[in-house]
């Protein structure tokens, strides 16, 4: 039940989200889409009771309650920025916004791009910690916790990989290719192509 729940969520959350866009820039509702996109943390409120539920009524801690306190906190971590990012791509195919802004992909800014997601699965993973441990004290002595356990040892595990990855990032951040970054001139055109246009 909780897995089918989670999968339900899952789909709920790009169904609302979907829906909420739609009414805002398409059929020119913003307070209604608005309205809608506020029904998202419902779905998680959803699975956080029935999950306490479950155990409640005597079922065993595993790997599914685990499941859904890391989804949980995944949720929270990068909810708003995947809304954000997809709301920007609404407003620019459906109200005439600019462009969305692409992530950064080289230098300085890419590694300041990495450590806020970093930021966000840390919160993720202190969201899932706290759930699971909360289940864990629930329990107490009368039953196995080592499943929940081993999902705050993932949850760890991710800020960890992830913490790599930015580091990396840090260290030895990729350069730009010829033409990708280069100095523009008033016409916006990148030195390369100003450079080429030039003639003898």
């Known amino acids: ?61 595993d790997w599914k309650h685990g499941l859904a306190a890391l989804y949980i906190g995944f949720t929270v971590g990068y909810g708003h920025y995947m809304i954000t990012r997809a709301d920007a791509r609404f407003r620019h195919r459906f109200a005439g916004g600019p462009p969305p802004v692409p992530a950064p992909q080289h230098g300085a800014a890419r590694a300041r791009h990495e450590w806020a997601l970093w930021l966000r699965t840390a919160v993720t993973a202190g969201i ?9 004290w629930y329990v107490g002595d009368s039953g196995d916790v080592s499943s929940l356990q081993g999902w705050q040892g993932v949850a760890l595990k991710a800020v960890l990989i992830h913490g790599i990855v930015a580091l990396a990032y840090t260290l030895w951040p990729p350069k730009a290719g010829p033409g990708e970054d280069g100095e523009k001139d008033p ?4 030195e390369s192509a100003r450079a080429g246009s030039r003639t003898p």
């Open 1 to 61: 039940m909780i897995v089918t729940l989670i999968v339900l969520c899952e789909v709920g959350f790009w169904v609302l989200l979907g829906l909420g866009l739609t009414l805002r820039y398409v059929a020119r509702r913003p307070r209604l889409g608005a309205a809608v996109l506020l029904c998202e943390p419902l779905l998680e409120v959803v699975l956080l009771v029935v999950t306490a539920v479950d155990l409640k009524n005597g079922a065993a801690p």
């Open 128 to 136: 899932a910690l706290v759930l699971l441990q909360g289940a864990v």
């Open 187 to 190: 016409d916006g055109r990148p």
